[in-house]
């Protein structure tokens, strides 16, 4: 089945090809007007979605030399997200689906990154890491279609903390690879920065305290803008706080309760899925896989760098899977969801 999908949850305008877990095609233009403002300003992402989708659904078709003949589906992302930005695609869908008499599905952003990092190897149930700038979860994968989230950020996400570390510091948006560049020849251990603990036993992300503390730290520092050094602790103490936790909640292990015990059944979880536009990052990517080979873990990430970050060929993949099991969206009844958990059943 040939799935023809857009995505325009956030600031990327993305459409793809996909057949199965194949991606025939996958286009997608990230919008350069946030920048200057230091982040996604909503209304400008909508006129930039509206202003180019067009053009990246027809180059994502001309790349397969596709006709909308050969098309079998639609799918869009329905949520979570910028709710105006995601009406753009939710109309562009409703209407191919509408012209041309093809199904239509409606498809979870998050699901799309669990996704984004399957491979025929792994084993179920696994456990998922979403790591990007709207969110910072660990899910567990059952099977394909049922998830359920052990942890998330009580404030602000992974991603948004380094978005704004890294615009503390004068580098531009999106911070996350201008702070990644920078940090990287830095000294991770000249400053000292607190490490966040937040939630039950720790099993939960919290990034603001560590946000305010740097911006303290900043402001006693002089020369601070484009300095290496800060940039490598505050990166450092973001990823220290993120694998800790992520050590925690897979091990389910606690100071009241060391005894390491893989997944909440007797099943040991064998695979952890990293997603997301953080996920790009190689010095976390060392990390994780350091701390999957001393849990005995599969650490497995997308097949390459574009599909960390936002794209339509994770959400056509995601699709494929719902167009399997039969799950159809209703061309009347589909709607914006910008809060909709990935284990939320609607
Ligand atoms: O998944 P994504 O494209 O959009 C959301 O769903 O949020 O993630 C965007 C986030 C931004 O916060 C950006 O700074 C971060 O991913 N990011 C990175 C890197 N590349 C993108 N963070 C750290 N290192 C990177 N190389
Ligand atoms: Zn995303």
Redesign the pocket.
């Known amino acids: 089945m040939k799935i023809l999908t857009i995505e325009t949850s956030?600031d990327e305008t993305a459409a793809a090809v996909t057949e199965g877990t194949e991606i025939l095609s996958s286009v997608k233009w990230t919008q350069e007007v946030h920048a200057k403002w230091g982040g996604v300003v909503p209304s400008l992402a909508k006129r930039a979605h509206e202003e180019r989708i067009e053009e990246i659904i027809h180059r994502a078709m001309l790349n397969v030399q596709c006709s909308m003949f050969n098309i079998d589906a639609i799918a869009v992302t329905v949520g979570p997200g910028l709710a105006i930005a995601l009406e753009v695609g939710i109309k562009w869908a409703k209407k191919l689906a509408a012209e041309w008499h093809k199904p239509l599905i409606g498809v979870n952003?998050i699901e799309g990154?669990i996704l984004s990092a399957l491979t025929p190897e792994v084993v179920f149930p696994c456990m998922a890491l979403v790591i990007?700038g709207g969110h910072t979860q660990i899910i567990r994968v059952d099977e394909i279609g049922k998830y359920k989230i052990l942890a998330q950020s009580l404030d602000d996400d992974i991603g948004e903390a380094l978005d704004k570390g890294a615009r503390m510091l004068g580098l531009p948006y999106p911070g996350g690879p201008a702070l990644e560049k920078l940090a990287a020849a830095g000294d991770a251990k000249k400053y000292k920065l607190p490490l966040p603990m937040a939630g039950k036993e720790g099993k939960a992300f919290s990034y603001s305290g560590l946000k305010t503390a740097f911006y303290r730290l900043i402001s006693k520092t002089q020369d601070s803008r484009l300095n290496a050094d800060l940039a490598a602790c505050y990166q450092a103490m973001v990823f220290k706080h993120l694998t800790r936790t992520v050590r925690l909640v897979l091990t389910n292990t606690s100071p009241s309760n060391p005894s390491p015990n893989l997944g909440e059944g007797s099943q040991a979880v064998q695979d952890l899925l990293v997603g997301?536009?953080v996920a790009a990052n190689q010095n976390l990517k060392k990390q994780l896989e350091e701390l999957g080979r001393e849990l005995g873990i599969n650490v497995r990430y997308p097949a390459n760098l574009m599909l960390c970050t936002?794209n339509a060929a994770m959400i056509g993949v995601a699709a494929g899977f719902k167009a399997a099991r039969g799950e159809f969206d209703d061309l009347d009844k589909i709607d914006r969801l910008p809060r909709w958990r990935v284990d939320e059943i609607i």
Do not use: E
């Open positions: 956030c952003h990154h990007s997301g536009g936002d």
